[in-house]
């Protein structure tokens, strides 16, 4: 019964009646005789479901089953197996595989084929899995409900999957629109809702939309069993902002814009419930076009692993062709008075391998048979262990306690474990604002009035500043001081309220001097706005549903401190205030008679109100660029104080906005609305500029009042993460749809700008381009604004050029229309070498579509590593565009998510994820990778070294299956445990010294230099094994029998060795010892592994075991010298790294080990040491609360006299 009151209660607000810009007379313009032709042929049937002569035109659109896989069932097959094979080591040892089937192959083909199969069915698994999980949150949005006419007045709960162009649908409050729908009516009389884009464009602000009049008196189910329209309109597109379209009804045409397209993924808000129709459906739908598909990204590090697998097959080729070379000419000079100096090789057996009268073919087929043979030099096992290894760094990611949230019950989740390594190499931060770094709270915290300010709040900037840097920041406040323990005290009780000052609360107010501008003041707070308030039957409680989160706040404010709004009709306010005559609460009733809405041009919000006396009153709040030139000559009283108030809150990172007032005469306010209503009613294109120019005349002489302070809140350790991120040289840009204003508040609020910063802001807002806008000339409004774009980029390079060699720092803040030309062909390298040379890039009303090209350009142009953050739908495009997409998964929507690399619950958790996983990861993989390399190049070249010691015959120095396990079985495990498990430093340390990052940026682990460094070694390691084995064992008895060793033996020997030294170099190059690395579990358990095979397989059968039957237990087990052979190779081998790695580590270590020599010495909280690590940093810190305080440092060192 109570909703159906609340319901009945809002039909009866006509808010059109009271709204100056947002609700109006629609009319048709110019754009609207496009309409059917080509681009504007959409066809819509609503409310007509089984119309023959619409099905056609209904088929022919898509459905609205939204996916966002890379594979379907159907291409799942295809497109995995390329995924696969398009890694070159993969192919290669697929044409490897299919040749080892002829008899060329110096194996046989079970060894051969098996560890490829295993390798590919694999990680194909691995992604099979990881496109399921995307597939179930597919299903999940798409089989939510909304109700659908059934055809019969009555609706139905259907899945969105199922809704078709044309179909009515029924939204209810706080729910999400399925698709893009055209609105009909609402609970409200005159068809107005109010909608929070947020989803889309990051905006917390709710927008206000209207249907046409003629469709306003559907208010109930029943009213749409006869209801039959036609629209025609635009075709699908990517442009959030605009919309063109007609609709027929009874006979006439209507026209349709923006104000009646609700787009899918916003979410209807302070409405009870909408009905639309169906426009556009699934992939038709704004908020999808301007998401791309699902790319298939590979890491850097990957990419640059093909690089390598190239190097190593130019390798395995020069090699072939050197021993095919040199046993052609063996081959051909292998006759002696017609006999056979090889006769061992049993060339007579041969047609034509070992045959002195065809040596070329016989080196041609050699060729084939040693790229084959070589093929040990690539490691097969690389890939599926990468796989490996980064699924189990994913779980450990997944399960990490740190960034687990408990609040939402949402932990961080790796949704793909390609890019881990990605993780410890991003340059560059490209972030959206809402809901991302902020939680979508305002706090009223401060305020000035009469020139004096209150408020003792400390923002988080300021508490970030203050742990840093101890009570720096309060040193010259004493107030603020005694505050500094107030802070942490009692959780906040009232949300959106955070102030504190006993001169104000508790009505304490009255006894300040100026008590009569105070009670103005809050007074102006409780008046105007456009809240609407609901009160609980059942508690009386207030609670209220705002526009905005500002306009939330103050009204909270203004209510806390005593002016309490509780009631609102369509043309009165109701207020409950304190007296200050009485003393007492009193109720009294403005009778409001205009509202003059806030919108990105007026930058203010006015309302003229009548009070009890009589009196017409003018209150307006708005932005201090606006307000201080309308106040009046005796009206800035307190302009000064209130110009450094404000300033000193921006610095604090808070929203500020200036009140003030004027009393109206009756017949000014007479001229004024008649005026208004006829600029309201007018059906002209200029209906905005009539509006505007009515406005101004009307909001100035303004007496002033004060200015308020909101912190728009970021989520919990907002600043601290951006400054941390700043010391490990990431750079950090953000890219919102919200205004500039909003975005320059954040950007001061979170560390990103500070006041000596210099901007450089590059808008069309200029006189010239507002001239040329209203003038309609549209081909030389697009040229002059592409020129004024270019020389303002121009302008701010040359700023940047003139400050080289100074501390001077800059940031770039450019606005959507802006943007646009910036990031055209010609101009958009300019544009970025501008925002490289920046501190800080804040990209304001950007678009969906914009947000994914400014990441196109600086991944592809920079070719550095980029990470794209963000929440709602609005971001799916940056997400895919850069090389990591990390989601949100806030409470808006799971679009961002569901398109991301990786999720998390908080911005502040990227911190760890980056510097700590990151870093880790980055640095396990490139060691990982690098092992193996330096362990396949040891038993590869001993295969080479033994085939040249063999005279180039192919022959194997190893077993088959000895060939074949090598990687699988006997040196795989340490370097998987490796990649999961190893540490340079701690995750505390990683924190604590964010410059260990910079390792990760400038690629030092994985560069050229030390993959070579890692080959050479494994050259080395295997001159040094081969050797040593084959002069220790050529001429001299083996065993006390007196028998030499033959290539059994020889083989056996060096493979032991192999395998010690590969698994033992491990020991020497991880820095993180645990029982699974170190105690007899990876690395001598592998080493056991291969004694446990070599024991197994000797003792099958022959026609298994060949050549290796009992090898161990008769020849090598039982022999002093194999055991005394191995000892003298394993340290002879590791002499060399060890050697290396002391006089590195000693002498020149990098980043971590530094720190590791810190711990190691117990210096690690001595400040003169950490600073000495610190300022080895290859990038100054320019952003961040340290940047802030280094800022002041030097301005106070500047401002000190000379002695």
Request: proline share 3%.
């Amino acid at each position: 019964m109570s909703n159906g009151r609340s319901r009945r209660r809002r039909r009866r607000l006509l808010l059109s009646k009271i709204y100056t810009l947002n609700c109006g007379t629609a009319c048709f313009r110019q754009d609207h005789s496009q309409v059917g032709g080509p681009g504007f042929s959409r066809v819509v049937f609503c409310n007509e479901p089984n119309r023959e002569e619409s099905a056609g035109t209904r088929d022919d659109y898509c459905d609205n089953y939204v996916r966002t896989t890379k594979y379907t069932l159907a291409t799942f097959l295809p497109k995995s197996l390329f995924e696969q094979f398009r890694r070159v080591a993969n192919f290669y040892f697929l044409v490897t595989g299919v040749l080892s089937f002829t008899d060329l192959a110096p194996y046989t083909a079970v060894s051969a084929i098996v560890p490829l199969i295993f390798v590919i069915g694999a990680t194909m698994v691995k992604e099979g899995v990881e496109d399921w999980r995307r597939k179930q949150q597919d299903v999940e949005v798409n089989n939510r409900k909304v109700k659908v006419h059934r055809g019969d007045g009555s609706f139905v709960h259907r899945e969105w999957k199922t809704l078709r162009v044309g179909d009515i649908v029924k939204v209810e409050k706080d729910e999400f629109f399925p698709a893009d729908l055209f609105l009909l009516s609402s609970s409200y009389g005159d068809a107005i809702c109010y909608v929070e884009t947020m989803n889309l464009d990051g905006e917390t602000n709710l927008k206000l939309k209207q249907g046409l009049g003629v469709t306003s008196s559907l208010h109930e189910d029943e009213n749409f069993n006869g209801f039959k329209a036609f629209v025609k309109c635009e075709d699908p597109n990517a442009n959030l902002y605009s919309f063109i379209g007609t609709m027929e009804l009874d006979g006439e045409r209507y026209p349709l814009s923006p104000q009646q397209l609700l787009l899918r993924d916003s979410k209807l808000r302070n409405t009870d419930y909408i009905y639309g129709a169906v426009i556009f459906t699934g992939h038709d739908t704004k908020v999808i076009q301007n998401s791309t598909d699902p790319p298939s990204k590979r890491s850097n590090i990957e990419r640059k692993m093909d690089k390598i697998i190239y190097l190593m097959f130019g390798i395995v080729v020069s090699v072939a062709f050197i021993g095919s070379v040199t046993f052609g000419l063996s081959t051909r000079d292998d006759l002696e008075n017609d006999v056979m100096k090889r006769w061992y090789l049993r060339p007579d057996s041969s047609r034509i391998f070992f045959d002195p009268k065809r040596a070329p073919e016989a080196a041609m087929y050699h060729f084939l048979t040693a790229v084959m043979l070589y093929s040990y030099f690539i490691p097969i096992s690389l890939y599926v262990s990468i796989e490996i290894v980064k699924v189990l760094q994913s779980i450990f990611i997944n399960q990490d306690i740190h960034m687990y949230y408990e609040e939402a019950d949402k932990p961080a989740r790796a949704r793909t474990s390609n890019l881990n390594e990605e993780l410890g190499q991003v340059d560059t931060i490209l972030s959206d604002k809402t809901g991302t770094l902020t939680c979508n709270s305002m706090e009223f915290i401060k305020c000035s009035i009469a020139g004096t300010a209150y408020g003792r709040g400390v923002t988080e900037v300021e508490m970030a500043m203050g742990r840093r840097k101890g009570s720096l920041m309060y040193q010259n406040n004493e107030n603020d001081m005694e505050y500094s323990k107030d802070v942490t005290s009692a959780a906040q009780k009232v949300k959106g309220f955070n102030f504190k000052d006993e001169r104000i609360t508790n009505g304490n107010w009255v006894t300040e001097a100026r008590a009569d501008v105070i009670q103005k003041f809050f007074r102006l707070l409780a008046v105007c706005h456009t809240v609407i308030p609901e009160v609980e039957e059942d508690t009386g409680k207030i609670s209220y549903e705002a526009e905005s989160p500002d306009e939330a706040a103050f009204v909270i404010a203004a209510r806390e401190l005593g002016f309490e709004f509780y009631n609102r009709t369509q043309t009165s306010i109701s207020v409950r205030e304190l007296d200050l005559g009485t003393g007492k609460r009193v109720e009294r009733v403005y009778k409001v008679l205009n509202v003059l809405e806030f919108n990105s041009s007026r930058k203010r919000m006015s309302v003229i109100v009548q009070d009890e006396d009589g009196k017409l009153l003018l209150l307006c709040k708005g932005a201090d660029s606006v307000m201080f030139e309308r106040l009046a000559k005796n009206g800035r009283e307190f302009e000064e104080e209130t110009r450094d108030h404000v300033n000193e809150y921006a610095d604090a990172g808070l929203r500020t906005l200036i009140l003030a007032f004027r009393e109206l005469n009756e017949k000014e306010y007479n001229v004024f609305n008649e005026r208004l209503t006829e600029a309201k009613n007018s059906v002209s294109a200029d209906r905005e500029a009539l509006i505007d120019e009515v406005t101004e005349e009307i909001e100035k002489d303004l007496i002033l009042l004060g200015a308020t302070a909101v912190e728009d809140k970021l989520q919990n350790g907002v600043p601290d993460c951006i400054d941390k991120l700043a010391q490990a040289g990431i750079k950090i840009w953000v890219l919102t749809g919200d205004k500039m204003e909003t975005a320059i508040n954040i950007g001061f609020a979170c560390s990103l700008l500070r006041q000596d910063m210099k901007q450089i802001i590059i808008n069309l807002e200029t006189p010239e381009m507002l001239s040329l806008e209203k003038a309609r000339e549209k081909d030389d409004l697009e040229k002059a604004s592409k020129e004024n774009v270019q020389r303002q980029i121009t302008s701010g390079k040359a700023q940047i050029k003139a400050s080289r060699g100074t501390s001077d720092a800059f940031a770039l803040i450019i606005d959507g229309k802006s943007l646009a030309y910036a990031l055209e062909d010609d101009t958009k390298n300019f544009f970025l070498e501008l925002a490289i040379g920046c501190a800080s890039v804040i990209c304001c009303r950007s678009s969906p579509k914009q947000k994914a090209l400014v990441t196109r350009l600086v991944k592809s142009s920079t070719g550095k590593t980029t990470l794209a953050i963000g929440d709602g739908a609005n971001d799916v495009g940056m997400l895919q565009e850069a090389d990591i997409g990390v989601g949100i998964s806030g409470v808006e929507g799971m679009q961002a998510v569901m398109s991301s690399d990786i999720a998390i619950a908080q911005f502040r958790y990227l911190e760890r994820l980056l510097l700590v996983h990151g870093h880790w990861c980055y640095r396990r993989i490139s060691s990982m990778i690098c092992y193996f390399f330096y362990k396949n190049i040891t038993f590869g070249f001993t295969l080479f070294l033994y085939e040249a010691y063999a005279s180039f015959s192919a022959t194997p120095a190893y077993n088959d299956w000895f060939l074949s396990l090598y990687n699988v079985f006997f040196s795989s495990l340490p370097v998987i445990a490796m990649g999961v498990f190893d540490q340079d430093v701690s995750a505390r340390f990683c924190l604590k010294f964010p410059l260990l990052y910079q390792e990760g940026i400038q690629n030092v682990l994985f560069s050229w230099g030390r993959i070579l460094g890692w080959m050479l070694n494994g050259f080395c390691s295997a001159i040094i094994v081969f050797f040593l084995c084959k002069n220790s064992l050529e001429y001299q008895a083996f065993n006390h029998q007196g028998k030499i060793s033959g290539r059994e033996i020889l083989g056996g020997t060096m493979y032991t060795c192999v395998v010690c030294v590969v698994n033992l170099q491990m020991a020497l190059a991880i820095n993180y010892f645990t029982l699974i690395q170190h105690f007899h579990f990876v690395i001598w358990g592998s080493i056991a592994v291969w004694f446990f095979f070599l024991m197994a397989y000797g003792s099958l059968p022959t026609r298994i075991s060949t050549d290796a039957y009992n090898v161990f237990l008769e020849a090598l087990a039982p022999s002093p010298s194999y055991w005394i052979i191995t000892l003298l190779v394993v340290v002879s081998a590791l002499v060399p790294y060890f050697v290396y790695s002391a006089i590195q580590m000693r002498f020149f270590p990098m980043y971590h080990g530094m720190i590791q020599w810190l711990r190691y010495e117990g210096q690690c909280n001595d400040p003169e040491y950490c600073d000495m690590v610190r300022q080895r940093s290859i990038r100054p810190t320019t952003v961040g609360f340290t940047a802030r305080l280094e800022a002041r440092k030097r301005c106070r060192r500047r401002s000190e006299p000379e002695p």
